[in-house]
């Protein structure tokens, strides 16, 4: 893969990879869609899956995505119809009715387990996965908390606006005291 060097710590590329940071990610979104299907009204709840999804969707977008279309035979076809389903779920998100948003959540969850972690973890050299898992845990921070559909899904430009477009969430956030991570339910 074409990413930029990690200074290496023991000759070694150090961190999570990819896939694991990935799977905690989602096993913490289908732990919020547990939670809102059993309290429907926990409205900080929701706020939160909206905020981590978001963020989650932005950082596969910048990192996981171009990795996939880099080393995966046939990856164009596999993240353009990923693309379309996370631009899908977006608009769910603005729409806000979180049952469909966590039927959404499970079928992207199980597609990403089923289908593009599997790849990764052949096609993939470990030290390459650990640097997308860095990166996707540095993406994460900077991400959006809400939904935008219609800024840009692939780099370079979604590395540019998704920072952007994340100061302004995390200003109204701030000013509306909004809860957007789970350490904080």
């Given at each position: 893969m074409n990413l930029p060097p990690l200074p290496p710590i023991g000759g070694e590329a150090t961190g999570r990879n990819a896939i694991d940071v990935l799977t905690e990610q989602h096993d913490d979104l289908v732990g919020l869609c547990a939670r809102l299907a059993a309290d429907p009204a926990d409205k900080r709840a929701a706020e939160v899956l909206i905020a981590e999804l978001s963020r989650h969707l932005s950082a596969e977008e910048q990192y996981l995505y171009p990795a996939i279309k880099a080393a995966v035979p046939g990856g164009e076809d596999l993240v353009a119809r990923e693309l379309a389903e996370d631009h899908a779920l977006l608009i769910e998100m603005q729409r806000g009715n979180i049952s469909d948003i966590s039927e959404k959540v499970w079928r992207h969850v199980a597609a990403d387990a089923e289908e593009l972690f599997p790849v990764l973890a052949e096609m993939v050299p470990v030290d390459d996965l650990i640097r997308v898992g860095n990166r996707i845990e540095t993406a994460e921070e900077?991400?959006?908390?809400?939904?935008?559909?219609g800024?840009?899904?692939?780099?370079?430009?979604?590395?540019?606006v998704d920072p952007a477009v994340a100061v302004v969430d995390?200003?109204?956030?701030?000013?509306?005291?909004r809860t957007t991570y789970i350490s904080d339910l």
């Open positions: 900077a991400a959006p908390t809400r939904p935008h559909p800024t840009p899904s692939s780099p370079p430009w979604n590395k540019i995390k200003i109204r956030d701030a000013v509306t005291r």
